[in-house]
T-cell receptor
Framework: DGGITQSPKYLFRKEGQNVTLSCEQN?????MYWYRQDPGQGLRLIYY???????QKGDIAEGYSVSREKKESFPLTVTSAQKNPTAFYLC????????????FGQGTRLTVV | RKEVEQDPGPFNVPEGATVAFNCTYS??????FFWYRQDCRKEPKLLMS???SGNEDGRFTAQLNRASQYISLLIRDSKLSDSATYLC???????????FGTGTSLTVIP
């Protein structure tokens, strides 16, 4: 079945550590996105990529990094520079055409301990 | 000014009621409009796309008013299973970015 897979579902990080969240899709989508969701704040865009080897900063990119070496994969690294990383992280993908919706992975819940 | 604004609610309605959610967007260049449903601690899922002429899917009706930059979702004959957060989503198709409202919380009460 086609879909978008995030792993792990739950992740615990010690302060000062970098962690990488995985996102893989087999929908042949060109565009991929990372969002962060905090209670009462909706989804905020961290990074997005429209094509392999290219990505753009979203509204809250500070403390995060991404790569897009393959069309299917768009991992997100939460670095130690991100001061408040505890949140629900959602990866999405879509075709690069008009009037197309975004499909989401199941999310990764990151907690700093 | 936020790209997309929604009334966060919460809306608490009895089973069988009709409830309407509204959403405004700030950029007149926006091209695509959607309503997503998000259950607690889950990912958002597409409920329906919103077309210029308005569209209906069973108990759900979505409307778009480009002149007022306004989107609505009407749910008729509410079911307990409709309890969720409803997200208004707008895509400018420039850079293909999706902009999300903060969501409107709905609880349908027996």
């Amino acid at each position: 079945d086609g879909g978008i897979t995030q792993s792990p579902k739950y992740l615990f990080r010690k302060e000062g550590q970098n962690v990488t969240l995985s996102c893989e899709q087999n929908l042949n989508h060109d565009a991929m996105y990372w969002y962060r969701q905090d209670p009462g704040q909706g989804l905020r865009l961290i990074y997005y990529s429209q094509i392999v080897n290219d990505f753009q900063k979203g509204d809250i990119a500070e403390g995060y990094s991404v790569s897009r070496e393959k069309k299917e994969s768009f991992p997100l690294t939460v670095t130690s520079a991100q001061k408040n990383p505890t949140a629900f992280y959602l990866c999405a993908s879509s075709f690069e055409v008009v009037f197309t919706e975004a499909f989401f992975g199941q999310g990764t819940r990151l907690t700093v301990v | 000014r936020k790209e997309v604004e929604q009334d966060p609610g919460p809306f608490n309605v009895p089973e069988g009621a009709t409830v309407a959610f509204n959403c405004t967007y700030s950029n007149s260049a926006s091209q695509s409009f959607f309503w997503y449903r998000q259950d607690c601690r889950k990912e958002p899922k597409l409920l329906m796309s919103v077309y210029s002429s308005g569209n209906e899917d069973g108990r759900f009706t979505a409307q778009l008013n480009r002149a007022s930059q306004y989107i609505s979702l009407l749910i008729r004959d509410s079911k307990l299973s409709d309890s969720a957060t409803y997200l208004c989503v707008v895509n400018k198709n420039t850079g293909n970015q999706f902009y999300f409202g903060t969501g409107t919380s709905l609880t349908v009460i027996p």
